[in-house]
């Protein structure tokens, strides 16, 4: 058996013909979001590969065998849910709203510029289909995105280090009460309190209004 314990993200500074020879190695997500785990290459040899915790495999990716040999992975199809904004009346607003009440739920996403994938869940199909999105199964390649619990690698090949939802609310909260505050501080007119007042009304309202977007 081999042991892998070096991972070269999307191959970076191997020559394109030592990437095509290389062996190959055929995952899904569940086995390629850990850093520890066994594997069979397209040349029948066992391997046993040993990252540092927390770092997922992408396709793409070479890891490096102790013997110095590399075995490229390759994104196995899986069923996934393919969800688009509806044909008919849907707009980009939509497909990051719907990605934003996922993220809500803390769903591993996958996100592209024209639709997202999650794992099959009937739950948040359902979810899905009331805001007006479309919903399919398919078996296709799932590469979500790192989460906010420590370093991972991208699609890009770059590592990421991020910080929790806690702390990204408590950044967000801290820094708008402190501006709030200065700013009010300064004036105290009624003509300027009058005129914070509406301009939180106009935001509400505009939020409201691209709430009810979609396709109904």
Known sequence: MLTANKLLAQGHGLASVLLKRAA??????????????????????????????????????????????????????????????????????????????LGNRHVPIELQPDHLKIEPDHVLADMLRSMHMTVVQADMPFEPEGGAYGGHVTNDGHSHHGHSHAQDHHHDHGHAHSHDHSACSRQHDHDHAHACHAHGTHAHAHNHAHGKGGCG
Do not use: N
Request: hydrophobic share 45%; charged share 25%; aromatic share 6%.
């Open 24 to 101: 190959t190695v055929e995952l899904d997500w569940d086995v390629r979001q850990k850093s520890r785990f066994a594997a069979t290459d397209s040349q029948g040899r066992e391997l046993a590969v040993f990252l540092p915790r927390g770092q997922a495999v992408r396709g793409g990716d070479v890891l490096v065998a102790e013997d110095g040999s590399m075995v490229r992975v390759i994104a196995a199809p899986q069923k996934v849910l393919h969800i688009t904004a509806c044909a008919a009346h849907g707009s980009p607003f939509d497909l990051m709203r719907a990605a934003y009440h």
